[in-house]
């Protein structure tokens, strides 16, 4: 049973658009919610996260929403670079419980010149 | 500053032998954790530590041994190894238990024949 899903194994986007991943997760007890980001070779690097309390947190180029009523997280990346091809996972926890951390499958995201 | 430094970066085994991962990191971290990664599959968590001498379960423990002599390293044992062991393999580290994000080394891509 998948508490955290990425229905999207795969997503392709024009360079300069807008690139939105999400993400669904079922126990309403997770109260914070993160992005990593991972290229080929290398270990997840953290992106972005929002705790429950907040329904939107922005940096920079990328915004994370959060959908409580719905169980939803959208991350969305504007304007979308050739260096955001990546896969990216999104993860939901406990706050202050690390090994309640769930992790998606992930969204291998291109970016098409 | 090196981060999270994980060896060996890839090892083929034999069904039964063993071998231990390392994981080191120069952060003074308190929080270390082991994931593996298959494919399709998201982020699951084998062990972690929330600081020297103490170590816990996580999500997929069977199979995997860990001690925690030092702060700086976490490392992984693989008493019998079985084809099921194969995968791409995660240290991470965070502050204090409950610190998110964690920060992730590049991984140890580990083949059982």
């Known amino acids: 049973d998948q508490q955290v899903k990425q229905n999207s194994p795969s997503l392709s986007v024009q360079e300069g658009r807008i690139s939105i991943l999400n993400c669904d997760y079922t126990n309403s007890m997770f109260d914070y919610f993160l992005w990593y980001k991972k290229y080929p070779a290398e270990g997840p690097t953290f992106l972005i996260s929002i705790s429950s309390i907040k329904d939107k947190n922005e940096d920079g180029r990328f915004t994370v929403f959060l959908n409580k009523s719905a169980k939803h997280l959208s991350l969305h990346i504007v304007p979308s670079q050739p260096g955001d091809s990546a896969v990216y996972f999104c993860a939901a926890s406990l706050m202050n419980r690390d090994d309640k951390i769930i992790f998606g499958k992930g969204t291998r995201l291109h970016i098409l010149p | 500053n090196a981060g999270v430094t994980q060896t060996p970066k890839f090892q083929v085994l034999k069904t039964g032998q063993s071998m231990t991962l390392q994981c080191a990191q120069d952060?003074?971290?308190?929080?270390m954790s082991w994931y593996r990664q298959d494919p399709g599959m998201g982020l699951r968590l084998i062990h972690y530590?929330?600081?020297?001498?103490?170590?816990d379960q996580g999500e997929v423990p069977n199979g995997y041994n860990v001690s925690r002599s030092t702060t700086e390293d976490f490392p992984l044992r693989l008493l019998s190894a079985a084809p099921s062991q194969t995968s791409v393999y995660f240290c991470a580290s965070s502050p204090r238990q409950g610190d998110q994000p964690q920060h992730f080394g590049d991984g140890t891509r580990l083949s059982i024949l």
């Open positions: 530590s929330v600081g020297a001498g103490i170590t």
């Open positions: 952060m003074n971290h308190e929080y």
